[in-house]
């Protein structure tokens, strides 16, 4: 069965500095999707990034950019230049077939 | 392009009661899907449709939980009778393509329900 995990429950950064946010996963399918999501206190989650696993570069969106490493079945996030609305929950997914699963999210702090 | 809309914001119940929850996804988006997210946890799939129909229920609580999708556009889910530990945020998602392809899940805002 699939799972994702995210190891860091709560994360703090400076702003402007960038921040990493782990995500592993387990997958035996050569096919699947991961997804990283923002969910400020407002409770909607915000889609911020998308990689296939058989993309070969990794991709980015502006700040935002995903560390994929399929060997080490890891898919972190990096932020650059941390902005203090950038302070929520984030969640890694993982899409294969009908399904989608998400970690247990990290909660990231923005400090002033 | 409006987003997926839910109502309503918030609920407050108490346990035996029955409650509806309401979802219009994006226009044109073939697949709808339910979550729950309790709180401290990643959102947990409860059924997902294609158009009218149900392509994933298998974690749906189906002796206390129900949803249609009946034109294929708008979406209910119904929960009765509730207990507390349905205490959660219910997050509606669609997405365009159809069911089993990967592909971005665009969210609404959510449910906060409270099960006194």
């Known amino acids: 069965a699939q799972k994702i995990t995210q190891t860091q429950p709560g994360m703090f950064v400076q702003e402007k500095e960038a921040v990493t946010l782990d995500c592993t996963y387990d997958?035996?399918?050569?096919?699947?999707?991961l997804f990283w999501y923002k969910q400020p206190s407002s409770g909607e989650m915000i889609f911020l990034i998308y990689q296939g696993s058989y993309d070969e570069q990794n991709a980015t969106e502006g700040r935002y950019s995903l560390n994929f490493q399929k060997a080490r079945k890891s898919a972190n996030l990096v932020i650059s230049a941390s902005q203090l609305g950038d302070s929520a929950m984030y969640f890694c997914?993982?899409?294969?077939?009908?399904?989608?699963?998400f970690g247990a999210g990290t909660r990231l702090t923005v400090k002033p | 392009e409006a987003g997926v809309a839910q109502s309503p914001r918030y609920k407050i119940i108490e346990k035996r009661q029955s409650v509806a929850f309401w979802c219009n996804p994006i226009?044109?988006?073939?697949?709808l899907y339910w979550y729950q997210q309790i709180l401290g946890q990643g959102p947990k799939l409860l059924i997902q449709?294609?158009?009218?129909?149900?392509?994933?229920d298998s974690q749906l609580p189906k002796d206390r939980f129900s949803a249609e999708r009946l034109k294929g556009v708008d979406s209910t889910l119904k929960i009765q009778p509730a207990k507390l530990e349905d205490s959660a945020v219910y997050l509606c998602a669609s997405s365009p393509g159809l069911a089993g392809t990967i592909e971005t899940q665009y969210f609404g805002p959510g449910t906060r329900l409270l099960v006194l």
């Open positions: 997914a993982m899409s294969q077939n009908l399904d989608m699963r």
């Open positions: 997958t035996s399918d050569q096919s699947y999707g």
């Open positions: 226009s044109g988006h073939a697949t």
């Open positions: 449709f294609q158009n009218n129909g149900v392509v994933d």
